[in-house]
């Protein structure tokens, strides 16, 4: 299994960036996928997650309205469009799997989330 992480990068405050999270080995279309950030010396948190299908997603109420997650299961792929970044969004950013097939839970407990992958780097300047 192996989730890779993009798109990360340098950007002023109010700008946007776009995170690609691309799947394989795995059956992508029927797992949940979420984002979670974590900042020098914090743990990690929880940011989006989205049901296999698309149909539903959650956030955290620190990105709600700013942040969009998408997913294009034909592409094994899930996005995280961030808009109007802020400091505080300064991250190391995941993707991650929940390996229970058809999960509708969206859990925002990293925990519960079987696969990982290996972070980018989000750093948002004032």
């Known amino acids: 299994v192996q989730l890779q992480a993009s798109g990360g990068g340098l950007v002023q405050a109010g700008g946007s960036l776009r995170l690609s999270c691309a799947a394989s080995?795995?059956?992508?279309?029927?797992?949940?996928m979420g984002w979670f950030r974590q900042a020098p010396g914090k743990e990690r948190d929880f940011v989006a997650a989205?049901?296999?299908?698309?149909?539903?997603?959650k956030y955290a109420d620190s990105v709600e309205g700013r942040f969009t997650l998408s997913r294009e299961n034909a592409k094994n792929t899930v996005y995280l469009q961030m808009n109007s970044l802020k400091p505080e969004d300064t991250a190391v950013y995941y993707c991650?799997?929940?390996?229970?097939?058809?999960?509708?839970?969206?859990?925002?407990?990293?925990?519960?989330?079987?696969?990982w992958g290996q972070g980018t780097l989000v750093t948002v300047s004032s």
């Open positions: 991650a799997a929940n390996g229970n097939a058809w999960d509708r839970t969206m859990s925002t407990t990293a925990a519960l989330y079987n696969y």
């Open positions: 989205i049901t296999w299908n698309g149909a539903s997603t």
């Open positions: 080995g795995l059956t992508f279309s029927r797992l949940t």
